[in-house]
Structure formats: C-alpha cells, structure tokens
Antibody
Framework: QVQLQESGPGLVKPSQTLSLTCTVS??????????WSWIRQPAGKGLEWIGR???????NYNPSLKSRVTISVDTSKDLFSLKLSSVTAADTAVYYC?????????WGQGTLVTVSS | QSVLTQPPSVSAAPGQKVSISCSGS????????VSWYQQLPGTAPKLLIY???KRPSGIPDRFSGSKSGTSATLGITGLQTGDEADYYC???????????FGGGTKLTVL
C-alpha cells in the first residue's frame, strides 16, 4: 500500500518561499510510470493542480503558477519537494501531494500552510 | 474560474439516483480520460472513477462514469447519507499542458 506524507512549515511570511516535502513509502518513487504531483485547496474552495515531476526530473507546472514554482525529486530518499516563491495570502491552502498516472490514485493527508506575518 | 464546469450543488433523497455533470472542451475532456474524486469533509480526495468509466478496487458499483464528446457524467445510485461529499472531475488539458479540475459539486442527501 503506497502512502504519501507531506511535511513542512505550517506558517510562512508574505514574500517568502513556501517549502514542502512529500515522503513516499510502501513502494519506490521510481517504480512504474508514475508522476508525482502537488495539488492545493484553499479553505472552502476547489482543487488546484500545482505541478508534477517524473522520477527522471522532468516537470510540468500550472501555467498560472509556473513563474514561482519549483518541484524537485530525491529518488534515493523516495521523496519529492515543492518550493513556491513570493507567497501572498492567496497561497494559504491545504497542500496535498499525490501519485499521478492518468488520474490521482494515492493522496497524502494534506498539510495546511498559512501565509501571514 | 475552473477550466471544467460542474454544478455547484445537487441533492436527492436516500435510495435515489443522482448525476453530476462535468463540461469541458476539445482540448481537455474531448481528447483525454476523465477521473472523478470524492472528498468527505476534512479529508483528502479519494479516487472514484478513472479512465472515464472504470472503478478502482473497493469502489461500489453504485458509482459509475461516462463520457460523451466534451462532457462527462458521474452517476450515483442507491444514495446513502454517507455519500454526502464534494465531488470533483479532473482531466489533462492538452492546450495548457496541465491537469485541470472542475470547481466541485456538493452532494446533499436529503
């Protein structure tokens, strides 16, 4: 059973960089033809795909966030990471990591990140 | 404004059937598989339907999916109070080169 767990600061100051890590367990991050994605959800709102990475390091990003997003992978540790720069209050959300094929079949429990001074 | 359009809410009585629509365009639903997710309050989304009409192991056959042209539909029969949740459709948008979701539909079982 694949499990994903997000970790990182729950509070980030405006203009700073949000950094989160997703640790994968139960299988290797390099097994299968899976992408590894980040998705966020502001309180009371819908899901927004942030971007994804393939174990080779190839990435795709949401065009609306592309200038501020970096997703990286560490295959030796079975984890992948998200960096979102120049954050504002609009980036306050629950951030999820998920395994992606043509769909998202495994999700982390989510972690709330609040942007506030 | 979401790329995919869903009704904000639907409701039906226990035991009844409900359909949730998801409308898109040729660059997303029209050319790609659709997936559906159920999100119970305070929890992460859960995969209900993949590849437009397939159910993962453990998902009851009360849940079904279909796709026609640039629209997709999630059907739920034999409604139970435990089905009250938000439902999201998702797919790949070939023009954006990005995953996109619908805005979500809140299901109320009266």
């Amino acid at each position: 059973q694949v499990q994903l767990q997000e970790s990182g600061p729950g509070l980030v100051k405006p203009s700073q960089t949000l950094s989160l890590t997703c640790t994968v367990s139960g299988d290797s991050i390099t097994s299968g033809s899976y992408y590894w994605s980040w998705i966020r959800q502001p309180a009371g709102k819908g899901l927004e795909w942030i971007g994804r990475i393939y174990p080779s390091g190839s990435t795709n990003y949401n065009p609306s966030l592309k200038s501020r997003v970096t997703i990286s992978v560490d295959t030796s540790k079975d984890l992948f990471s998200l960096k979102l720069s120049s954050v504002t209050a609009a980036d306050t959300a629950v951030y999820y990591c998920a395994r992606e094929l043509r769909y998202f079949d495994y999700w982390g429990q989510g972690t709330l990140v609040t942007v506030s001074s | 404004q979401s790329v995919l359009t869903q009704p904000p809410s639907v409701s039906a009585a226990p035991g009844q059937k409900v359909s949730i629509s998801c409308s898109g365009s040729s660059s997303n639903i029209g050319g790609n598989f659709v997936s559906w997710y159920q999100q119970l309050p305070g929890t992460a989304p859960k995969l209900l339907i993949y590849d437009s009409n397939k159910r993962p192991s453990g998902i009851p056959d009360r849940f079904s999916g279909s796709k026609s042209g640039t629209s997709a539909t999630l059907g739920i029969t034999g409604l139970q109070t435990g089905d009250e949740a938000d439902y999201y459709c998702g797919t790949w948008d070939s023009s954006l080169s990005a995953r996109v979701f619908g805005g979500g539909t809140k299901l109320t079982v009266l």
